[in-house]
C-alpha cells in the first residue's frame, strides 16, 4: 500500500499534517537572519616589532625573517606579508576562512617566543594583535584646539577620553592616531662635548644610572620596621638639566651644559589632519 492511500483514506490526518508543516514553515520565516552576504569569519594577526636605530636591510634580516620563518608553520594561516622599514618589522598573517583565531594567535606567541633568543639585544618586544573583519574603524573623532599643543591635546586624550570612551557598551577597542606623546627630548652639542671630552656613551651611561630603583633592605628596632630604598628616579625637567655628567678634576658637567634639554613629542614621524 502506497503512502498516498493512507492520506486519501484518511483526509483529517493530510490536513492535520499539511497545517502542521505549515506552520514549521511560518515559524521558521520569521527566524531566519536576513543577511546581504553569507556570514564568514576572516581575521588577520599582526606582529610589530621595533629596533631602534636600525635600516630596513637589517630589520629583515635580524628581525623579519626570523620571525616570519617561525610562524610559516602554524595552523591555521593562509599567507603572510611582510614589510621592513628603517626601526620597524610589520608582519600581518592572513587566516584561513572560519579559521579559529583565537588558537591560531595562541600558536603564534609560542612560536614568536622561540624566537626571542634570535633576535638582537636591542630590539624591543613584538607586539602581537588579532584583527577581526569588524574592526574597521566605525567612528573618528577629531581633537582641535587653539591654545593647546600636539602634545597636550594628545595628553588630555589618553587620560581623559580614551578611558571613558572604552567604558561605553560595544566599543572594543579605542586607537589615537597622529597623537604625539610627551618625550623628554636632548639634543647633544658636538662642540661642547668635545670640549669637557664627553661622549654619547657617556651621556647615555649617566641617564641609566640616574634611573635606578632598588630596595636597601630594612632598619629594624624592638617595636617598628622601617624599610629603605633607593630611587635615583628623576621626574620633572629641572632635575633632568642639573643631572650630574661627570665630576673630573673636582669640576661638575651637568647635563644642561652639553646639550639642549626639553620637552617635546615622542615621535614627529606621524601626523594626522581633519578637514583639511
Request: charged share 15%; hydrophobic share 40%; with cysteine.
Amino acid at each position: 500500500m502506497a503512502v498516498t492511500d493512507i492520506f486519501l483514506k484518511r483526509p483529517v490526518l493530510a490536513i492535520s499534517i499539511n497545517l502542521f508543516i505549515l506552520c514549521i514553515g511560518l515559524f521558521s520565516c520569521f527566524k531566519l537572519p536576513i543577511r546581504q552576504f553569507p556570514q564568514l569569519s576572516t581575521a588577520v594577526i599582526t606582529i610589530n616589532t621595533s629596533y631602534p636605530g636600525a635600516n630596513a636591510h637589517t630589520i629583515a634580516g635580524l628581525i623579519t625573517t626570523p620571525i616570519e620563518s617561525a610562524i610559516a608553520s602554524a595552523e591555521g594561516i593562509d599567507y603572510i606579508k611582510s614589510s621592513s622599514q628603517p626601526n620597524t618589522s610589520s608582519i600581518t598573517a592572513y587566516l584561513r576562512l572560519n579559521a579559529n583565531p583565537d588558537l591560531v594567535l595562541l600558536d603564534i606567541i609560542n612560536k614568536v617566543q622561540q624566537t626571542s633568543n634570535l633576535l638582537p639585544n636591542g630590539a624591543l618586544k613584538p607586539i602581537i594583535e588579532k584583527k577581526s573583519d569588524g574592526s574597521t574603524p566605525l567612528m573618528y573623532i577629531s581633537l582641535q584646539s587653539k591654545t593647546l599643543s600636539p602634545q597636550s591635546m594628545t595628553d588630555y586624550a589618553i587620560r581623559s577620553i580614551q578611558p571613558q570612551l572604552s567604558n561605553l557598551e560595544g566599543v572594543a577597542k579605542i586607537d589615537i592616531l597622529g597623537g604625539k606623546k610627551y618625550a623628554l627630548r636632548i639634543h647633544l652639542d658636538p662642540l661642547l662635548m668635545s670640549a669637557y671630552g664627553l661622549s654619547a656613551e657617556d651621556i647615555m651611561k649617566a641617564l641609566s644610572q640616574n634611573q635606578f630603583i632598588t630596595t636597601a633592605g630594612q632598619v629594624k628596632n624592638e617595636y617598628l620596621a622601617t624599610p629603605l630604598s633607593t630611587d635615583t628616579d628623576l621626574h620633572d625637567l629641572k632635575q633632568f638639566k642639573k643631572m650630574l655628567i661627570n665630576c673630573s678634576d673636582g669640576t661638575a658637567i651637568r647635563l644642561h651644559q652639553v646639550a639642549h634639554v626639553f620637552l617635546g613629542a615622542e615621535s614627529n614621524d606621524e601626523e594626522a589632519r581633519f578637514d583639511g
